[in-house]
C-alpha cells in the first residue's frame, strides 16, 4: 500500500507517543517532527529528521502534518504550519470507533480505544486521547483536548481550547466554557464557565481568568 507523508508538530513525549500510534494508522508514514521554538532541538528524534518551521514549506507539497502537543495553546504552532502550506488530515486509530454519522474536522486526532457516539461533530485540531468516551449529539469545539478515560456524556458542547482531564465525567447536556480546565477525576454536574479551572466531585471552581492549558 502506498503511505503518505506526514509530519508530526512537536518534539516531545506525546510527539514521540503519536508517531507510534500513527505507525498503526494504515496509508500514513511518519517523515519526521518540527519545532518552533528551540532550533537546538533539530535533530534527529526516533531516527527521523527534525524540521525548523520555516523549513517546512519546501515539504508542504506532498507533506501532511499533525499536531503532536496538547496544550490549548497550540493554535499558534498550528496556524504557522497551516501558513507554510502543510494540509492537517483527519486520524482515528484503528482501535477507535467513530460513529459514521459524527463528522470529524481537519487536524482532529482519535487514538487508541476512543469511542465517539453518533451524531456529534469535532472541531479542528482536537485532541482526543487514550480510551476517551464521547457521547452522542455532542459539540466539540477546535483545539479542545480530551484526556485519557474522560467521559463526556451525550449532548454536551465543549468550546474552543478548553482542556479535559484524565477520567473526568461530564454530565448530559452539560457546556464547558472557552480555555477552561476539568481536572483529573472531575464529575461536572453544572454548566462550567469560560475561563476557570475546575476540580472534585461535584466540580466546583478553584481557579478564575485561566487562559487554557
Ligand atoms: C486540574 C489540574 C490541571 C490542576 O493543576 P494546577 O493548576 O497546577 O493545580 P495545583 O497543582 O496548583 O493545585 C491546586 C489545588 O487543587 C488541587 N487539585 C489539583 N488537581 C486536582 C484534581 N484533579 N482533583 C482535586 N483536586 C485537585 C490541589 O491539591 C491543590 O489543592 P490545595 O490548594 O488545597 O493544595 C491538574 O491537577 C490535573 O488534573 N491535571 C490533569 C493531568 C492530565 O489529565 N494529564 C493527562 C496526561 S496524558
Not at 480505544?113 to 469535532?122: D, E, K, M, R, W
Not at 485532541?127 to 449532548?155: C, K, S
Amino acid at each position: 500500500m502506498t503511505t503518505k507523508p506526514i509530519l508530526i508538530l512537536g518534539t516531545y513525549m506525546l510527539a514521540e507517543e503519536m508517531a507510534d500510534l500513527i505507525s498503526e494508522m494504515p496509508g500514513w508514514r511518519v517523515a519526521g517532527f518540527v519545532e518552533n521554538l528551540d532550533r537546538a532541538r533539530c535533530r534527529p528524534l526516533l531516527g527521523l529528521p527534525v524540521h525548523w518551521i520555516d523549513d517546512v514549506k519546501e515539504l508542504a507539497h506532498d507533506h501532511f502534518a499533525i499536531c503532536g502537543i496538547s496544550t490549548t495553546h497550540r493554535v499558534a504552532f498550528i496556524e504557522q504550519a497551516l501558513a507554510a502550506g502543510l494540509r492537517f488530515p483527519r486520524l482515528v486509530h484503528p482501535t477507535a470507533r467513530v460513529s459514521s454519522t459524527t463528522t470529524l474536522d481537519e487536524g482532529v486526532f482519535i487514538s487508541g480505544g476512543v469511542q465517539v457516539a453518533a451524531h456529534t461533530n469535532i472541531g479542528k485540531h482536537v485532541f482526543v486521547n487514550r480510551g476517551a468516551l464521547i457521547g452522542h449529539h455532542t459539540t466539540i469545539e477546535d483545539y479542545v483536548t480530551i484526556q485519557p478515560g474522560a467521559n463526556v456524556a451525550g449532548a454536551c458542547h465543549v468550546e474552543r481550547c478548553a482542556w479535559i482531564s484524565m477520567s473526568a465525567v461530564v454530565l448530559d447536556r452539560k457546556r464547558i466554557g472557552c480555555h477552561s480546565i476539568v481536572g483529573a477525576g472531575a464529575v461536572v454536574t453544572l454548566d462550567v464557565p469560560s475561563h476557570v479551572q475546575v476540580v472534585g466531585v461535584p466540580a466546583r471552581v478553584i481557579k478564575e481568568n485561566v487562559a487554557g492549558k
